[in-house]
Antibody, heavy 119, light 108 residues
Framework: QVQLQESGPGLVRPSETLSLICTVS?????????WGWIRQPPGKGLEWIGT???????YYNPSLRSRVTISLDTSKNQFSLNLSYVTAADTAVYFC????????????WGQGTLVTVSS | EIVLTQSPGTLSLSPGQRATLSCRAS???????LAWYHQKPGQAPRLLIY???SRATGIADRFSGSGSGTDFTLTISRLEPEDFAVYYC?????????FGQGTKVEIK
């Protein structure tokens, strides 16, 4: 059974880069599937940030594309999120998730991690 | 980008009642790529329905999904206490994923 766990700083200063890692257990990233990041501002809905395919192809939300980088580290079975030039509007719970190839839905999720942008 | 609009924003019902949630897309969505989730406070979303009408593993048969094109529906036949939560629809198309803004099902 696949498990995902987000990790990273809980506080980031404005204009800096938010960096998170998703560690996957129970499945090898190099074997397949898409892997994604989703965020949820406090009290609001879900927003897809971006996705990486197991061969390294990436897909980003157009509204965030200029600031987002998602990458794989198959040697550590992790994938990461970098979001640059953050503002208070980037304060959110950040989730990582697995996406099934073909139906393209998010079938397994991490528990989420709250990142606050504040000076 | 395909925009998903869910209605109503809030649904106030009693346990045992039927819930009908709507998800409307700004352009046609493949039924294969339409999913529903529910989310309880402090938890990650959980997949309920995929391919518009297929129940995910372990999901009770009181949950059903239907629809095609731009109009999709999630129905909960008889609400149980654990079903009071926020529900989201999600679609995939053109290498992009989007979520609806959510419908909160609350206890009346």
């Amino acid at each position: 059974q696949v498990q995902l766990q987000e990790s990273g700083p809980g506080l980031v200063r404005p204009s800096e880069t938010l960096s998170l890692i998703c560690t996957v257990s129970g499945y090898s990233l190099s074997s397949g599937y898409y892997w994604g990041w989703i965020r949820q501002p406090p009290g609001k809905g879900l927003e897809w940030i971006g996705t990486v395919y197991y061969i390294g192809s990436t897909y980003y939300n157009p509204s965030l594309r200029s600031r987002v980088t998602i990458s794989l580290d198959t040697s550590k079975n992790q994938f990461s999120l970098n979001l640059s030039y953050v503002t208070a509007a980037d304060t959110a719970v950040y989730f990582c998730a697995r996406i099934l190839t073909g139906p393209y839905h998010f079938d397994s999720w991490g528990q989420g991690t709250l990142v606050t942008v504040s000076s | 980008e395909i925009v998903l609009t869910q209605s109503p924003g809030t649904l106030s019902l009693s346990p045992g009642q039927r819930a009908t949630l709507s998800c409307r897309a700004s352009q046609s969505v493949s039924s294969s790529y339409l999913a529903w989730y529910h989310q309880k406070p402090g938890q990650a979303p959980r997949l309920l329905i995929y391919g518009a009408s297929s129940r995910a593993t372990g999901i009770a048969d009181r949950f059903s999904g239907s629809g095609s094109g731009t109009d999709f529906t999630l129905t909960i036949s008889r609400l149980e206490p654990e079903d009071f939560a926020v529900y989201y629809c999600q679609q995939y198309g053109g290498s992009s994923w989007t979520f609806g803004q959510g419908t909160k099902v609350e206890i009346k």
